[in-house]
């Protein structure tokens, strides 16, 4: 007996509804149109009750009818309904059972604040038995801009909904927090101190519901020294995938973050973790020939670093805001590509100066990867701060103060690099999973041709840094791949690289030789249980290859 006999067998005189039930579970569950004959094999309906019902539910908008290519699908009613039963639901119900979860997981104050007007209000506490518990009142109220939940929910806010909040902020204070803001939309969540308690941490993540809800943060308020640095942010992706459930739940977010899962348990026998650090974006691996010096930077965690294969250490300095790639310039300095566009960056006093930046007036983006040409011109691509919108571009600077738009709509801008006949521009846009081509010219800068070059479908990881080798074979990181691959300038694959991280992000072939390849990696966003699989997320691996690199070009000044 089939389920649904069964029901109809329990309630007597709702055998009719039950059929019509049936119906509507069938489509949903199929995905996609379906014609009458597919309904009756799988329903086992006679003919006559099927078109009936079916008729009767096209006539409420339960069911829609293509007559032209004789197929059924769900209707618009069903969406409405939806989105009625969603809007009679407020976000604190529909965030309780991830409070409770969250506080005996983390044994930690858990709340739950929404945002009314200027203020965010604490409006459902989670308090466990731990005595160290920090005790958050029901009913708390703070400046949604002075608080880590408002912080949050402000961060992922459109600009011209976040201006009116730092409307008379001074300057130096309104740069200080929109700096905060941008890296919290990076990555997703908001590590901040408490403004009003000393030594308390506060970790919040942004819950967004259908307009008639409201926006609401998930909140975890602790003692600073329970919680160490790393545990922090594996509490913030922690939260980001309790936020994504409940909005999943009330239909306004897809429902996981979690990475593909690993193809093998493989990794190349020759791959060294020669640094596990545990950044939270690294990225932007770059060999100085002249220093010897490998640098790379924290994206999200903004810092520049610089590791010495002598030694074996790698140097660490903060950067006061999201930070994307560092380059040699001529005269033996250093530029950083930053959320504040082209700036001149000192590592010995770790200061920056800011040079230029073509979408000042676009607040919401900022720089991802860059590189340089053989001529010396920077090349450097945009996207959004969340990576949600397609509103990336990417620059040719012909010098350090102008740039030109050579190509739009990136929603990822990523790896880039060239031929060694500098014939060929590769560039990544990683939301479409594909590595282009173009023509290039090399005296002018120009790009023509654009042409798909490697196209990876969603469970084979997406493109993320890339640079081609000497030889003119491109090495592509693959985020949630759990590898890095190689091919030929014709498309074929000729290595992979397994590796024991998800999310490898960059790659640069460095070394005295040009032979090591160095991989940079995220631990951004990682749940706490595909991190105990892979601990060494975020490190800086090395791995010896054949065929060496291409040396990096120092910018022209």
């Keep these: 007996m089939s389920q ?15 059929k019509g039930i049936q119906i509507l579970e069938y ?15 799988q329903t086992e309906l006679p ?30 009613r069903l969406i409405e309904l939806g989105r009625e039963t969603a809007g009679a639901r407020d976000l604190r119900s529909a965030a309780e059972y991830e409070l409770s979860r969250l506080a005996e997981e983390l044994n930690e104050t858990v709340s739950f ?30 400046t949604a801009v002075g608080s880590a939940s408002g912080q949050a929910i402000l961060a992922s806010l459109p600009p011209h909904k976040v201006n009116p909040f730092l409307a008379g902020m001074p300057e130096d204070e309104r740069a200080k927090l929109l700096a905060s803001f941008a890296i919290s939309r990076a990555r997703g969540y908001t590590i901040s101190e408490s403004k009003t308690i000393e030594g308390v941490l506060i970790i919040a993540v942004p819950v967004f519901g259908p307009s008639e809800m409201g926006n609401g943060a998930i909140v975890v308020t602790a003692l600073a020294d329970r919680i160490p640095l790393e545990r ?140 340089t040409d053989r001529k010396g011109r920077i090349w450097a691509g945009t996207m959004s701060l969340d990576a949600a919108m397609p509103s990336g571009s990417l620059y040719c600077f012909d010098n350090v103060s102008s740039a030109r738009a050579m190509d739009g709509g990136m929603q990822v801008s990523n790896g880039m690099g060239w031929s060694p006949d500098d014939k060929t521009f590769y560039f990544v846009d990683s939301a479409l999973g594909t590595v282009f081509a ?33 030889a003119g074979n491109i090495w592509v990181a693959l985020w949630d791949g759990w590898r890095v691959a190689c091919y030929d300038p014709n498309g074929n694959l000729l290595r992979e690289i397994d590796m024991p991280v998800p999310r490898p992000t960059s790659v640069c072939l460095g070394g005295k030789d040009l032979k090591t390849l160095y991989i940079t990696s995220a631990s951004i966003r990682l749940p706490a249980d595909v991190l105990e699989e892979a601990p060494l997320s ?20």
């Excluded at 800011?354 to 860059?370: G, L, Q, T, V």
Aim: proline residues 7%.
């Design 538 to 557: 975020g490190g800086l691996f090395s791995v010896e290859v054949d065929v060496p690199g291409q040396q990096t070009v120092e910018v022209k000044l």
């Design 27 to 41: 489509l949903a569950a199929r995905k996609q149109p379906c014609t009458s004959t597919e309904l009756l094999k």
């Design 438 to 470: 173009y023509d290039f010219d090399l005296e002018s800068g120009g790009i023509t041709g654009k042409r798909n070059f490697l196209v990876f479908p969603p469970d084979e990881g997406k493109p993320d840094g890339l640079c081609v080798d000497s």
């Design 232 to 371: 922090r942010h594996v509490i913030g992706r922690d939260l980001m995938e309790a936020a994504r459930r409940v909005m999943g739940n009330i239909g306004s977010a897809p429902v996981s973050i979690t990475p593909n899962p690993r193809r093998s348990r493989h990794v190349d026998e020759a791959l060294t973790c020669v640094c596990p650090v545990g950044a939270i974006v690294g990225e932007g691996p770059v060999w100085d020939h002249r220093t010897n010096l490998l640098y790379w930077v924290d994206v999200t965690a903004p810092a520049f670093h610089v590791f010495d294969p002598e030694t074996g250490k790698d140097h660490t300095a903060n950067s006061p805001h999201l930070v994307s790639a560092v380059l040699p310039c001529e005269g033996g300095g250093m530029l950083a590509i930053s959320q504040n566009g082209v700036e001149r960056y000192n590592p010995i006093t770790n200061s920056l100066q800011e040079i230029y930046d073509p979408e000042a007036h676009m607040p919401s983006n900022r720089f991802n990867d860059a590189k």
């Design 4 to 18: 649904f006999d069964d029901v109809a067998k329990r309630f007597p005189g709702a055998g009719t509804l039950v």
């Design 47 to 76: 003919k006559a009750t099927l078109y009936r019902l079916l008729g009767a539910m096209v006539e409420f908008g339960f069911v829609r009818h293509d007559k032209q290519n004789k197929v059924y699908a769900l209707g618009h």
């Design 113 to 142: 604040a929404v945002m009314e007007k200027d203020r965010t209000i604490h409006v459902d506490v989670r308090q466990p038995e731990n005595p160290l518990a920090v005790k958050i009142d029901i009913g708390r109220n703070f």
